[in-house]
Structures are given as C-alpha cells and as structure tokens.
C-alpha cells in the first residue's frame, strides 16, 4: 500500500515546460518507484502516452481529486543512473527548455516507444558461396533477385536491412527468396561493436605530444578541462589515443565527440586499429535498434569507446572516465532546432559532475574557449608543430581589385592550378556557396526571382534546371520570362560550386574534377566514396564547401585556392570573421600534408585587412586576439551572455505584439541587463512565416540564469505566447 500522500512528477513529451504530477498505479509497492523508470500514464482527454518519473514527492500544487492515475511502470529498475539525470536535470535548468525535449527527446527512439531494454541482434546477408556462372543463370529470370544478389556480392561486408533500404524497395521478398536458394545467408551479429583485426602500433610521441598526454594522464580523478590547441597535423588524434589507452587501463570509458562531418569510416578504423579494442559509434545514420543496442552496451559498462556526433553526449556510461571533443570549435555541436544546447558546452559539465578530464581539441579554438583560457578555466596546451615534419603551406593573398576573371577565377590562380596539373599534383578549391549561380534576374529591368515564401533570392541549380531557396528548401522551375517586365533576357549572376565545375571543365577538359558539397553528397556514402577516389589519386581537382574543409586528410593536396573570402569580412554577424579565419586555417591546413610542402592561394578584395594578414602568417592567436578585442570593446559574447528569443507567424504584427509583451515584462525586473529589439532577422520570412526576435544580454552567466528563471514562466503565461511559435535560445550561435 502507498502513503496517502504520495505523488509522482512525470516528465511528459509536450511543448510545455511543465512536469506533470500523477498519483501511483493502485495496488504497488510504492518502494518500487524510483526515478529514471518509464511510465505509462493517461494524458489529455482520452491518450495514453509514455513518461519517465523524475521525482517521488509529496507535494503537488494540485487538488488531489484532479489528479490520475499513472496506468502501469514499465521498467523493474532505472534506465539509467543518477549521474545522467542529474545532468539532464542541469541542461533543462541551463537552457530553459521543455523538459519533453531534454529528458525523453535526448533518449533513443525505441526507449521512448516502450520497448524493451535488451540488446537484440541485427540481421545481416551475406551471399553464400556459390559459383559465378550458375548463379546468373540461375538468376536471369528474377531481375530483382538479381540486382539484390549482385549488390550484396559487391560489397565484402553483410548488409543490414537499413543498407538494402537506402537501394532498394520491397526487397525482403525477393531477399526470402534468394535465402530459401541459398544463395544468400542471414548473419546474426550483436551490433556497434567491432574490433580491428589489424593493430598500428604506438607512434614515438614528440615531447609536445609527450607534455599534453602526461599533464591529462597525470589527475585522471579530477575535473580537468584542457584546451589542446595544435596547428593541423600536429597529431592531436595520438594525444586522445594515448589518453583514451590510459582511462580504459583503468578500466574506464571514454566519450569522444566529432563534428558531424567527422565520424568517416575512414577515423573509425584508424582508431580502432590504433587503440585494438571494442569501439562503438553513435550518430544520426544509425537504425533505431543499432541506436538502442549502443546506448544499452554502454551504459552496462560492454564498450570501452563510444565514438559519435553531439547526440552521443546523452549516452548513459557505467564509468566514464575521460571525454574528448574534437574540433571544439566546430558550429555543429550546436543543435539549432527542438532542445538548443551546445554540446561542446555540456560536455565540460558532464565531466566536472563526473570529475574526469576533458580535452577539447582545435587547430582554430573557439573565441570562448580561447577566454576561458584567459580567464584560468581551463589550461591550455599547446602542440605548435607538425607531428610527421612536413611544413605548413605558403599562404598568399591574391588581389583581385581590377584583375581579369574567368567565372570565379583569378588568370594568377588559374595559371598555378595549370602548373600543380602538369606536375601531377592535387588541387583542393574552396568555395562556399552551392548551386550554380546565387542570383538569377532580368537583364532588362534588373528584377530578381526571389523565394515567395521567404523573400530572399533563390539559387539557381542547372543540374535540375530549377531555383532552390536554400532556406526553406522551396524550388521552382526557372521562369522562361520575367515576371516582372516579361523581357525574355534572363541571366545568372555570380558563382556557386556547380558553374565553378562548369568553367574548370571548359579551361582543363582532362583534368578529373570532383564537386564535393550537399548536393553531390545527397546519397548516403557517396562522400565516402568521393574521399577514397581523392585519397587513392583519381582525383586531380577537389571543389567544394565547407565540408571539405574539416578534418579530413589529403596528403596529395599542394595546392589550396580560396575563391571568395570577402564575404567573411563584411558581414552584419559579427561571428562570420570568426568563421571565415577558422575555415581558412582548416581548408589551409588540408595541403602539403604528405611529403611535398604546399601553398595556399587567397583571392579577395581586401589584401590589406588586418584580420587577412595575421591569417596569412598563420597567426590564429594574434587573429584571435584582434577579435577578441573587438567583441570586448562591443561588450559581446564571450564578455556578455546573451539569450535569443524568435517568435514567427503568419502575422507580422502577432510576432511583434509577443516579443513587445515579453519585451515589457523585463521592466519589472531588477536583475541587470540590456535588451534589444523586436528585430527584424535578417531572414525576414521563412517558409511563410513571419519571423521577429528579442535578444537579451548580461554581464554574466548568472544573471542570465536568474533573469531567464524568472522571465520564461511568465513568457509562457502571456496570451500572446499562444498565438505564435516560439523559442528560446541560450547562447545563440547566430541570428538567422
Ligand atoms: P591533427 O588532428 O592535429 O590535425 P593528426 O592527429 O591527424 O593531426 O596527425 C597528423 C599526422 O601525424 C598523422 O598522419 C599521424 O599519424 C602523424 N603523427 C602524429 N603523431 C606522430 C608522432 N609522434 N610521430 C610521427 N607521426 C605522428
Ligand atoms: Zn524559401
């Protein structure tokens, strides 16, 4: 029998912020309800949905008669331990988000369905051994078994379903049917854990590389945030493996968390071979079970490294015993939609709550970590040469002031492009801007086709004939006329990455080319494919957006031109010139990897500008130190705190009347702080929708945590909140 007084907070996924109190199933052992247990619970007029009990109480600001009945527990014990959700307990209070998306909407998709926690098999096939011939004799009557047949054979792994999904359609019967002539076999492996047949054996460490591992290595037991600040190619990777080979002698785990664009197959097996041990993976490509099966395997303490992207920061461990984040700076451990958290940000908070080391690694550090340096949050080392001896490339900045242009390129570009052709060397250009061409309009009257559900100009696309708006993903045909002035002389203006292959094509016809950007990578391992074709030498010139520039090895790359850097420079978002000096150092860092020195060829407008020149004397710390000191004279991040609050609607006027309500509920307030707006961002409209925002800011993380306290619950009780879709965003990464 429970205590007449016994109630339980159930977090629910809802929109709201709210937790919901219920009272426990009739006829339990109420000893049985402790938190981090899956409940099924009747919520709303007649559902009934899955919650995770959070607390067991007696308080409730509800009449007793008003509250249900939770229907049923699920688990006999906790799904995970108390140290994940005090952490989570901590993120939803940072970030102020509803509690749905931090508690339920970080776990696996299979946990918050009420499935069974068990590690299940997944099924693989592999072809049988059979003779060549026969077999497509066998086969020529059944086209579809066929074509599975040959795709499997053509691959030395066994698939899974979810690979035989992305080719096919409506495969399991013909598949059955190939199984029952077995010609293909089922394999049953226990998933996300593999070992490398192959060990590397440990590289002698230089005495930066020898520094950094035993500063970590040495206070294993302690909260100890490092900044490991090496130039590209330094050998930040043997660092965290070294460390990573420590921990797990201790019989600890370790999380490292890559940028999205970093967990390639191709760092995988290096580190599996490296460290010759269990390695899981975690990131968004993987099934719901395969997802489940790591998160499972881990938190029983089964895998002693989980490699992943942000999502895996929400891993249960058994004993987490070091954290690393590669490319700490990188903007995609920030996520932008549903829960907004930072999870370079949250990982130092898991560590300190754990009391284990955290090493945040970067050739380009972020303005805020380079501050918590200063500031002695975090200690710093440094590896400021190469670890294989090679050379750091020549960096020089073209001007291009009054210069003949051939599409995007400089006649002086295009002649060393010639030159690396003829030597047989490989060339990496760098262009940020998909598509063909940015701008299509009326060279009669000057009008220009503009997306009409958010307003900005759409991007022309020749692959599909099309206009995309790359911000709402709208497209159109292109219209053969202008709707404006019905002049039939419609014209491309400017350079994506698609006519830059165009004009390359025409000026070197036997020159392999490879376009590497979203939409040439759209098809799953499609980028892997483009990155071995560069690695084995079929490539002669690489084009592409920032996705080329992150962390990926190129040794045969000695030659990197930056087409478009001016961009950068002159932006409204005072981040972008941090953006644009971290992508010139990582695309520059791709070159002269191997054994020949490389160079770096920079065209802009500006030769001159301050932040270019330390750029080019591969001074990050002086570039750093420039920005550093605007965003100190500006009073902005990371000497202020700032929250973004958007609001959007069909309605211009009810997305201001908000924020003009919330904007006048400060007023009361006596916590310090400026306010800023309603604003127009500059994407005035998306998708249709009217967009507005209010952004606060404080001179510290505290105030902003108290002022935010205080302010969201009164935000949600205004009428006005009702009428439009909103968010908050606590350290914002832009203001788009
Ligand atoms: P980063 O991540 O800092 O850009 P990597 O970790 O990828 O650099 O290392 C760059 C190259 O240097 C790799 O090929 C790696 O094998 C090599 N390397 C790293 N440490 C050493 C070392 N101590 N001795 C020799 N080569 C090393
Ligand atoms: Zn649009």
């Known amino acids: 029998m429970h205590s007449p007084n016994c109630i339980l907070k159930v977090v629910i996924d809802t929109p709201l912020r709210k937790i919901f109190d219920y009272l426990p199933p009739a006829n339990i052992d109420e000893s049985i309800l402790v938190p981090a247990l899956r409940l099924r619970v009747p919520f709303g007029k007649s559902k009934k949905v899955i919650g995770l009990l959070l607390e067991v109480t007696d308080k409730t600001g509800i009449p007793r008669h008003k509250l249900k009945r939770v ?45 069974n926690l068990e590690v299940s098999s997944i099924e693989k096939w592999e072809i049988s051994e059979v003779v060549e011939k026969q077999t497509s004799e066998f086969l020529k009557n059944s086209p579809k078994q066929k074509a599975i047949y040959d795709y499997i054979k053509s691959h030395k792994q066994p698939l899974t379903s979810g690979q035989l999904s992305d080719v096919f359609t409506n495969w399991r019967i013909p598949l059955k049917q ?53 130039i590209t190619g330094s050998g930040k990777t043997e660092v965290y493996i070294k460390c990573i080979q420590e921990v797990i002698k201790n019989n600890r785990q370790a999380l490292v968390l890559l940028p999205e664009i970093g967990l390639t197959t191709q760092f995988i097996n290096y580190f599996k071979s490296r460290l010759g041990l269990e390695i899981a993976v975690m990131h968004s490509g993987l099934t719901d079970r395969e997802r489940l099966n790591t998160w499972l395997r881990t938190r029983d303490g089964n895998n002693r490294v989980l490699l992943g992207t942000r999502s895996a920061l929400w891993t249960p461990f058994k004993k987490l015993g070091l954290i690393v984040v590669d490319e700490e700076h990188d903007l995609s451990y920030k996520q932008q939609e549903n829960f907004r958290y930072s999870a370079r940000d949250l990982a130092l908070l898991r560590a300190h709550q754990a009391r284990i080391p955290i090493i945040l690694g970067s050739a380009t550090p972020s303005m805020e970590s380079i501050y918590n340096v200063m500031q002695g949050k975090y200690r710093e080392l440094c590896l400021g040469r190469r670890a294989t001896g090679s050379r750091l490339p020549d960096i020089l900045i073209k001007d291009i002031r009054g210069k003949n242009m051939t599409g995007a390129f400089s006649t002086s570009l295009l002649k060393q492009i010639e030159i690396n052709l003829q030597k047989n060397e490989q060339t990496l250009l760098f262009l940020n801007r998909r598509g063909f061409a940015p701008v299509y309009m009326c060279h009669d009257c000057g009008a220009i086709i503009k997306c009409p559900r958010c307003e ?14 790359h911000h709402c993903g709208h497209q159109e045909r292109i219209p053969g006329q202008c709707p404006q002035c019905s002049g039939e002389n419609m014209i491309e203006i400017g350079h994506g990455t698609q006519r830059a292959v165009e004009t390359l094509e025409t000026l070197f016809p036997k020159a392999r080319i490879s376009r590497i950007d979203r939409d040439s990578t759209r098809r799953k391992g499609s980028m892997e494919t483009m990155l071995k074709d560069i690695n084995e030498g ?31 420079l002159h932006s409204a978002d005072y981040r972008a010139s941090e953006r644009m000096g971290q992508l010139i150092m990582q695309v520059s860092g791709r070159a002269g990897r191997g054994d020949k020195s490389g160079m770096v060829y920079i065209q802009s407008h500006f030769p001159d500008h301050p932040l270019l020149l330390t750029l080019k004397a591969h001074d990050y710390k002086q570039y750093s130190s420039l920005l550093l000191k605007e965003r ?12 973004l609050i958007r609001a959007e609607s069909n309605s211009k006027e009810r997305s201001q009347r908000f924020l003009q309500e919330a904007r006048q509920l400060l007023a009361g307030s006596g916590i310090s702080h400026d306010v800023f707006g309603p604003f127009i961002p500059p994407i005035e409209k998306r998708a249709g929708r009217y967009r507005m925002q209010l952004l606060l800011q404080t001179e510290n ?5 108290k002022l935010l306290a205080e302010w969201i619950p009164e935000i949600e009780q205004l009428q006005s909140s009702r009428k439009v879709r909103w968010s908050l965003d606590v350290d914002p990464q832009d203001m788009l």
């Open 456 to 469: 900005i100009r759409m991007t022309y696309h020749k692959s599909t004939g099309r206009l995309h708006c």
């Open 178 to 230: 190939l199984e029952r002539k077995k010609l293909v076999s089922k394999v049953t492996q226990e998933n996300g854990i593999s070992i490398s047949n192959k060990i590397l054996s440990d590289l002698k460490l230089n005495p930066e590389q020898e520094q950094a591992v035993s500063t970590i290595t040495s206070r294993l037991n302690d909260y100890q945030p490092c900044l490991l600040y090496g």
């Open 71 to 115: 229907e049923s527990v699920l688990d006999s014990e906790p799904i995970f331990g108390q140290e994940l959700l005090y952490f989570m307990q901590w993120a939803r209070d940072y970030y102020h988000q509803p509690a749905g998306d931090v508690f339920l909407g970080t776990l696996p998709r299979l946990i918050r369905t009420g499935s």
């Open 701 to 705: 993380r505290k105030l902003l945590g």
């Open 538 to 568: 079929k490539v002669d010139i690489m084009i592409g957006t920032q996705m080329l520039a992150k962390g990926h090895h190129f040794p045969g790359v000695t030659l990197v031109g930056i087409i478009d850097t001016d961009h950068g």
């Open 632 to 643: 100190a004279d500006t009073g902005l991040p990371p000497y202020t705190c700032q929250a």
